[in-house]
């Protein structure tokens, strides 16, 4: 499970929910958060998935090339 915290934003303001999906670690890896808007959305899950991509890398034991991998 993955929770994001986005920087706190006016109490008044309206925070919508947004999903987004991408294959990743051999799945479907699915993001939930909310923002008061789509363009703060997308610019939270872009590192999001970048970072899970990154720990793909590093943690993968299916990946040849994976940091894990090497050491085993």
């Known amino acids: 499970m993955c929770v994001l915290a986005l920087p ?3 109490a008044n303001a309206r ?3 947004f999903e987004a999906t991408e294959p ?9 958060l909310y923002a008061p ?3 703060t ?12 991509a990154e720990l793909d890398g590093v ?3 299916y ?4 940091e ?3 050491v085993l």
């Open 8 to 10: 706190t934003v006016a």
């Open 37 to 39: 808007d789509d363009a």
């Open 63 to 66: 990946n040849p090339g994976s």
């Open 24 to 32: 990743h670690m051999g799945s479907l890896f699915r993001i939930v």
């Open 41 to 52: 959305a997308q610019a939270a899950f872009a590192p999001a998935f970048r970072r899970v």
């Open 59 to 61: 943690l993968s034991d």
């Open 15 to 17: 925070l919508e929910r």
């Open 68 to 70: 894990l991998s090497r």
